[in-house]
């Protein structure tokens, strides 16, 4: 049983594309989050929800943007690819908000290469 | 800011070895401090957590202390084997912030 999913673990595209990655949990968590691995390997956040509701959105361009349809899922959807978009993308959750007392789980990745 | 440092970046150590992986943090005013494991390919494994009023944590053959005023937390591993390959972060979270900021990793490998 897989705790944090996302799809798909690869990701190539061309510059200017739109693309999607998609992220479910099943642990019954309240938050979700993406975080960015970039090739330097530092991991920062890029957005979180709590019940479907954005509570952190951290100096991201507009061309990221994430849904909630519930608080299960949390998909990423990025408009016009950049180069420097390339990374891999992380999906968290846990049951409080992070900083608090519960500890993140994470998905597998999504290693996005942008051609 | 809160900035997050681990040194080293890189760990070599002989099976069996006791081994301790540092980090630092800039700003004492943490919530908690999070100690994670990130293999080739994969997520991060959550290992411990120490909320900010704890001075240490353990789970197993690992133990991580939490000393807030000097803005250090450590990781100890006893008795090293090799699955215990991988790259170990830690992060801090931020009293009144809702995330956590992650220290670089430090990339050990124990060899057979």
């Known amino acids: 049983d897989t705790a944090v999913s996302q799809t798909p673990k690869y990701l190539v595209t061309q510059m200017g594309n739109d693309k999607s990655i998609k992220c479910e949990q099943n642990?019954?968590?309240?938050?979700m989050y993406w975080y960015k691995q970039d090739s330097k390997k530092f991991l920062k956040i890029m957005f979180s929800?709590?019940?479907?509701?954005?509570?952190i959105n951290e100096t991201v361009p507009n061309r990221f943007s994430p849904k909630s349809p519930d608080k299960a899922h949390l998909n990423l959807h990025i408009n016009s690819l950049e180069l420097g978009d390339s990374a891999v993308y992380f999906c968290?959750?846990?049951?409080?908000?992070?900083?608090?007392?519960?500890?993140?789980?994470f998905g597998n990745g999504t290693r996005l290469t942008v051609t | 800011k809160q900035e997050v440092t681990q040194i080293p970046a890189a760990l070599s150590v002989p099976e069996g070895e006791n081994l301790v992986l540092n980090c630092s943090f800039t700003?004492?005013?943490?919530?908690?401090l999070q100690w994670f494991r990130q293999d080739p390919g994969k997520g991060l494994t959550s290992l411990l957590l120490?909320?900010?009023?704890?001075r240490e944590q353990t789970s197993g053959r690992l133990n991580a202390s939490l000393d807030k005023s000097s803005g250090r937390s450590t990781l100890y591993i006893a008795a090293s084997q090799p699955g215990d390959s991988a790259t170990y972060l830690c992060?801090?979270?931020?009293?009144?912030?809702?995330?956590?900021?992650f220290g670089q990793g430090t990339r050990l490998t124990i060899n057979p």
């Open positions: 642990l019954g968590h309240d938050t």
């Open positions: 120490i909320q900010s009023s704890q």
């Open positions: 968290a959750s846990s049951q409080d908000l992070a900083g608090g007392w519960s500890p993140l789980h």
């Open positions: 929800y709590n019940n479907k509701e954005l509570i």
């Open positions: 992060a801090v979270g931020r009293q009144g912030a809702q995330k956590l900021v």
């Open positions: 700003d004492s005013a943490i919530y908690n």
